[in-house]
C-alpha cells in the first residue's frame, strides 16, 4: 500500500536524521577534547553536511584541507567539499575541488569519476573524457582509494 510504504520511508528519513544527531553530537564531543583532531572535523563535517548545515560542514571540511597533515583525510575532504559545491550550482568550484583530491591522492579512482561528471555537466566532454581516461588507466595499478575504505576503516585507524 502506498501510504503505509510513505509513511514507512519518513520514519526511516526520521531515523537517520535521529542517527546523524547523535554522530554530530560525538564528534563535537572528541573536538572538545581535542580541537584539532582532523578526522572528528572531517567526520563532523560531513554529518553536517547530511544535516543540511552546509555553511558548518563546509567550514569543517575546508579546516582539514588547510589544517591536516593525513593524506587519506585531506583527500575524502575534497570530493565532500565538491560534491556540496557541484550540488549547489557552482561547478567550477566543485572540478577544483575535485582536482584537489587528486593532487592530494593520484590513484583516488572516486575523484576521476567526480571530475570527470563535473566537467561533462559544465560543458567540457572532451576534459571530461580525458580525465576519465587517465583514472581508468591508473585503475590496472593497485588501488588504495580511501574512498572506498571510508566508512569502515578511516574511523578505526585513526580515532
Do not use: C, N
Not at 554522530?23 to 560531513?46: C, F, S, T, V
Not at 555553511?55 to 575546508?62: A, E, T, W
Request: aromatic share 6%; proline share 5%.
Amino acid at each position: 500500500d502506498g501510504a503505509a510504504r510513505a509513511l514507512e520511508g519518513l520514519r526511516q528519513r526520521a531515523e537517520q536524521r535521529r542517527r546523524w544527531s547523535e554522530a554530530e553530537d560525538l564528534y563535537e564531543e572528541a573536538l572538545a577534547h581535542d580541537p584539532g583532531h582532523p578526522e572528528a572535523r572531517l567526520r563532523l563535517g560531513r554529518v553536517r553536511l547530511l544535516l543540511d548545515r552546509t555553511d558548518q560542514g563546509l567550514g569543517m571540511l575546508r579546516w582539514v584541507t588547510e589544517h591536516g597533515k593525513e593524506p587519506d583525510l585531506i583527500y575524502l575532504a575534497h570530493p565532500f567539499i565538491g560534491r556540496e559545491l557541484k550540488q549547489s550550482g557552482d561547478l567550477e568550484g566543485a572540478i577544483t575541488s575535485y582536482r584537489a583530491a587528486l593532487d592530494a591522492d593520484p590513484l583516488g579512482h572516486a575523484a576521476y569519476v567526480a571530475t570527470s561528471q563535473a566537467l561533462r555537466m559544465s560543458g567540457e566532454p572532451t576534459a571530461a573524457a580525458e580525465v576519465l581516461e587517465r583514472g581508468l588507466a591508473r585503475s590496472r595499478m593497485p588501488v588504495r582509494d580511501s574512498w572506498w575504505r571510508y566508512p569502515e576503516e578511516i574511523g578505526r585507524a585513526h580515532v
